[in-house]
């Protein structure tokens, strides 16, 4: 089953621009991590950030996690085409697996 | 290219047909798991092997899928008498145990159209 959500499901902007996409999970977690799809292919690892820091940084990404919230954010500045692309959460639990769980996605376009 | 590989890109078979995928992890790598992405969806886990062990299976591994990874390297997943339900892309994904933390590496995927 997923994890959680993701908001907003799809997200367009002009090229340039900031884009920011959130992301839900339900359970207690070890980690978080971003992972980005491009259509029909495999899936990237972008960044991790792990539950014990509110926040990492990675070139042109920004990621937050709330544990509280059992929320996490993930921004990309100065937004290019090539970032046009499905982008995912996934988590690991505390609970002594290694599976990851995704959210739902967030499909990401960039107008040139 | 030393990534994550799988075999075939592309599947299609008629239903009732057994089909099998093959995934070379990262050669130093030792977990490799299967997730399933059905179109719109984020992947959903399958199982997962350490070495040649496998530890954990989700119950979406119906009776009707198995997977082995008999030396520690390579693994397959099976799927006996394929439904229509089965169509997906089947994700391999492999990662070095270096604690509870370490970085999933994925594959390109095995698209399966089950007519």
């Known amino acids: 089953s997923q994890q959680g959500e993701e908001d907003p499901q799809a997200l367009s902007i002009q090229e340039g621009e900031n884009a920011t996409m959130n992301c839900s999970y339900k359970t207690s977690i070890n980690n978080l991590q971003w992972y980005r799809q491009n259509s ?50 996934a988590t690991i639990s505390n609970f002594g697996n290694e599976k990851l769980t995704f959210g739902t996605g967030t499909r990401l376009t960039i107008i040139p | 290219d030393t990534g994550v ?43 997962y092997f350490q070495n040649e062990a496998q530890l ?6 119906s009776d009707r ?15 006996q008498r394929t439904e229509q339900g089965d169509s997906a892309m089947y ?10 933390q370490e970085t999933q590496y994925f594959g390109p995927g095995t698209r399966l159209l089950v007519l």
């Not at chain 2, 899928?65 to 799927?79: Q, V, Y």
């Open chain 2, 65 to 79: 899928f198995s997977a082995e990874r008999p030396k520690g390297s390579f693994s397959t997943l099976e799927i």
């Open chain 1, 40 to 89: 029909g292919r495999g899936l990237v690892h972008l960044i991790l950030i792990r539950s014990n820091e509110r926040e990492k940084h990675s070139g042109r990404l920004r990621v937050t996690l709330d544990t509280s919230k059992k929320s996490s954010s993930l921004l990309i500045t100065a937004s290019r085409a090539a970032d046009t692309a499905s982008y995912f959460c």
């Open chain 2, 5 to 47: 590989s799988q075999d075939p890109r592309h599947k299609i078979t008629k239903r009732g047909q057994n089909v099998t995928f093959r995934c070379d992890p990262i050669s130093e790598h030792n977990r490799l798991y299967w997730y399933r992405q059905t179109l719109g969806q984020g992947p959903e886990f399958l199982t």
């Open chain 2, 91 to 100: 994700l391999c994904a492999s990662s070095l145990a270096t604690g509870n």
């Open chain 2, 56 to 61: 954990e299976k989700s119950r979406l591994l």
